[in-house]
């Protein structure tokens, strides 16, 4: 073992220093494993048996357990656990030595981790691709979260930070805890997008899904946060021109078919000129299963940094050969949230409705269970919006009139039907339908008669 990988000298003094003040032992938090050293470990052990009963520690207890044990001996007798207080300059920088053990022990667990790795890439197991990266990034997670120290924490130390963060809403009464959503009367419903939640966002084809999570992402990176868009629907480039176009309120299938006129393609040129400096980052990459959408996140919140991701969509991840449709939706649905905790920000993942919520040309607003295979997407969502346009459907109702549904919320008011507009040729959600729509005047069906045949 490299000499790297561990320290003698700080595992002896801190044996020596749990042997003259054993009562801090304790609240150090080690494990047996820590140590390097099979004889620590076997000392360590015996002094945690001695603890657990609250029996006396010193050298000749200590001793008397590993004499019991039959491991005395291996131990190097009384006269090494003596020479374990000998070597330790002062039980009051026990807390030190500690760390300087646990150091060591969290790099042997990397080393141990990339062996691992290797196996994995061998793939000796006959995993898929897919599988060997959840693997590997399982592995190194708990050891980040020890690194980190991820524990649990006293309620009143919880409950204090939440006090704080109320002291300060009350300070600024109805001001927005999360991230802009783009749409004021979402941003009134759900206090903007929640750092450290799912959030889902469901509907039909064509209901636009999409646009929803992108004015978020636009509204984010228009207030300085930094945005990650998993886009598995659309490129680089089709995404690009849709956020320029809606910044600029310019008709999108006029764009793409070149009859824009000479202000529109002002606006448009300086549109995209704001578009290119928001902080926006597109991954556009095809087949991306859900370990990888994972993994590349964490890369770029550890390269520059991240505040929202958007993930569009769930349906067209790449799915393990061997996995069931909704068990592999419901693993996805559990790293997207794992995702969110993590990193602390907002996830919004785009998911598709089934057929039921329009069968047979009776339209009806969707409900929860009309999320494809939505078992564990809908209970792992802290926040799921449906999305409906009744107006899409041919009848007479107005196409522009939209109906955003907080079908869930965790910490708010669920149920909510909440009405703006629709903007088809911006791909944009607004406060109000279009003021200048009418309904069409019907016209007679003609009869087939001629005049003066009736």
Same mark, same amino acid.
């Given at each position: ?39 620590? %470990?076997?000392?360590? @052990?015996?002094? /945690?048996? !001695?603890?657990?009963? +609250?029996?006396? &520690? *010193? $050298?000749?207890?200590? =001793?008397?357990?590993?004499?019991? %044990?039959?491991?005395? @001996?291996?131990? /190097?007798? !009384?006269?090494?656990? +003596?020479?374990? &207080? *000998? $070597?330790?300059?002062? =039980? ?13 022990? !969290? ?5 141990? &981790?990339?062996?691992?790795?290797? =196996? ?335």
């Amino acid at each position: 073992m490299s000499e790297r990988l561990y320290n003698v000298a700080a595992e002896q003094a801190l044996l020596g220093g749990a042997l003259l003040a054993p009562e801090r032992l304790a609240a150090l938090e080690l494990a047996q494993d820590d140590f390097a050293i099979d004889t620590h %470990r076997l000392v360590f @052990a015996a002094l /945690g048996t !001695l603890l657990q009963h +609250g029996l006396p &520690v *010193d $050298a000749v207890t200590v =001793a008397q357990v590993l004499d019991e %044990r039959g491991e005395l @001996a291996r131990c /190097g007798g !009384l006269a090494y656990l +003596g020479s374990l &207080v *000998d $070597a330790t300059p002062t =039980a009051a920088n026990i807390g030190r030595y500690a760390d300087i053990v646990r150091e060591h022990a !969290l790099a042997r667990r990397l080393a141990s &981790v990339g062996v691992e790795l290797q =196996a994995l890439a061998a793939n000796a197991d006959g995993l898929s691709l897919a599988e060997r990266i959840e693997r590997g990034m399982a592995a190194l997670h708990a050891i980040t979260g020890e690194v980190r120290g991820d524990e649990a924490r006293p309620v009143a130390q919880a409950l204090a930070h939440a006090m704080q963060q109320l002291d300060q809403r009350r300070l600024h009464p109805g001001a927005r805890s999360g991230l802009p959503t783009g749409l004021a009367v979402l941003d009134e419903a759900l206090l903007g997008y929640q750092r450290g939640e799912l959030i889902v966002i469901a509907g039909r084809p064509s209901m636009g899904k999409t646009a929803l999570a992108m004015q978020g992402a636009e509204a984010a990176a228009r207030a300085g946060l930094r945005v990650l868009v998993f886009s598995l629907e659309m490129s680089e480039a089709q995404l690009g021109l849709r956020l320029a176009a809606g910044r600029a309120r310019i008709n999108l299938r006029k764009l793409l078919a070149g009859e824009l006129d000479a202000d529109e393609a002002q606006r448009l040129q300086l549109a995209a000129a704001d578009v290119a400096g928001w902080p926006i980052s597109i991954d556009a990459s095809a087949g991306l299963s859900a370990a990888q959408v994972r993994a590349r996140a964490q890369r770029h919140a550890l390269r520059h940094g991240v505040d929202l991701i958007v993930i569009d969509h769930l349906g067209l991840l790449a799915m393990p050969g061997h996995e069931q449709r909704a068990q592999a939706l419901g693993h996805a649905s559990k790293a997207f949230k794992a995702l969110a905790k993590q990193l602390q920000v907002p996830v919004l993942l785009v998911s598709q409705l089934n057929r039921d919520s329009a069968k047979g040309g009776q339209v009806r607003a969707p409900t929860l269970t009309d999320i494809r295979d939505s078992g564990c997407v809908e209970e792992d969502a802290d926040t799921v919006l449906l999305l409906h346009r009744p107006g899409y459907y041919g009848n007479d109702r107005n196409p522009g009139e939209a109906e955003i549904i907080v079908a869930k919320q965790r910490m708010g008011e669920r149920g909510q039907h909440l009405q703006c507009g629709w903007r088809g040729e911006w791909t944009r959600f607004t406060l109000q339908p279009d003021p200048h729509w009418r309904r069409p005047t019907p016209q007679p069906r003609y009869s087939g008669l001629g005049e003066g045949e009736l």
